[in-house]
């Protein structure tokens, strides 16, 4: 999940408005987000690649983003406009199953607290990680029977934010190793 810009002197305004570049501005949005996370949580990258593989808090930010949407967050247009539902509520988003949308496709019937800002990417995005991904962390190990398998730190983390469902029918069952082949 190498997203590194090339050429520093590139800008979002720059970055021509195609289906890759849009992920490509997607995802150095989501990027920044998490180092600010990264930052304020004091979580450690190391923690994060012994637990889960992932170089970085914000390699594994990314590879949650490129399961949960493939790194899209409004529905398609003629246009590819990255941003375009900024701000324009839920029927502009990219809508998985259920009620769950945008980039880190939020369920908004779970998570009705981000109902009014889930179109918003910034919110969006922090909301997935500090709210979701960051509380879900432990380092005690929780059993996922679906799975016959237990989980603690990171892993744990990336379990909750799925869900720890009973119902193995119901969600992703390899979820946290889903995320984790997304290098």
Same mark, same amino acid.
């Given at each position: 999940?190498?997203?590194?810009?090339?050429?520093?002197?590139?800008?979002?305004?720059?970055?021509?408005?195609?289906?890759?570049?849009?992920?490509?501005?997607?995802?150095?949005?989501?990027?920044?987000?998490?180092?600010?996370?990264?930052?304020?949580?004091?979580?450690?990258?190391?923690?994060?690649?012994?637990?889960?593989?992932?170089?970085?808090?914000?390699?594994?930010?990314?590879?949650?983003?490129?399961?949960?949407?493939?790194?899209?967050?409004?529905?398609?247009?003629?246009?590819?406009?990255?941003?375009?539902?900024?701000?324009?509520?839920?029927?502009?988003?990219?809508?998985?199953?259920?009620?769950?949308?945008?980039?880190?496709?939020? *369920?908004? =019937?779970?998570?009705? @607290?981000? #109902?009014?800002? +889930?179109? $918003?990417? !910034?919110?969006?995005?922090?909301?997935?990680?500090?709210?979701?991904?960051?509380?879900?962390?432990?380092?005690?190990?929780?059993?996922?029977?679906?799975?016959?398998?237990?989980?603690?730190?990171?892993?744990?983390?990336?379990?909750?934010?799925?869900?720890? *469902?009973? =119902?193995?029918?119901? @969600?992703? #069952?390899?979820? +946290?190793? $889903?995320? !984790?082949?997304?290098?």
């Amino acid at each position: 999940a190498n997203l590194a810009k090339s050429d520093s002197t590139t800008t979002k305004s720059a970055i021509p408005e195609t289906f890759s570049s849009c992920k490509e501005e997607i995802g150095y949005s989501i990027m920044e987000i998490a180092n600010e996370i990264k930052t304020e949580k004091q979580i450690s990258d190391n923690d994060v690649k012994q637990d889960t593989g992932a170089e970085s808090f914000e390699c594994l930010i990314l590879q949650m983003a490129m399961q949960e949407s493939g790194i899209r967050h409004c529905k398609e247009t003629q246009d590819n406009a990255c941003s375009y539902c900024e701000n324009q509520g839920l029927d502009s988003l990219l809508k998985g199953s259920g009620s769950d949308y945008g980039v880190m496709q939020i *369920n908004t =019937d779970v998570h009705e @607290g981000i #109902v009014d800002s +889930v179109d $918003n990417l !910034e919110a969006h995005v922090r909301y997935a990680v500090e709210d979701v991904l960051v509380k879900g962390y432990s380092d005690e190990s929780k059993e996922y029977t679906c799975a016959d398998t237990s989980y603690s730190g990171w892993e744990r983390a990336l379990r909750s934010y799925n869900g720890w *469902n009973v =119902d193995c029918t119901k @969600g992703d #069952v390899e979820y +946290v190793e $889903n995320v !984790e082949t997304k290098k």
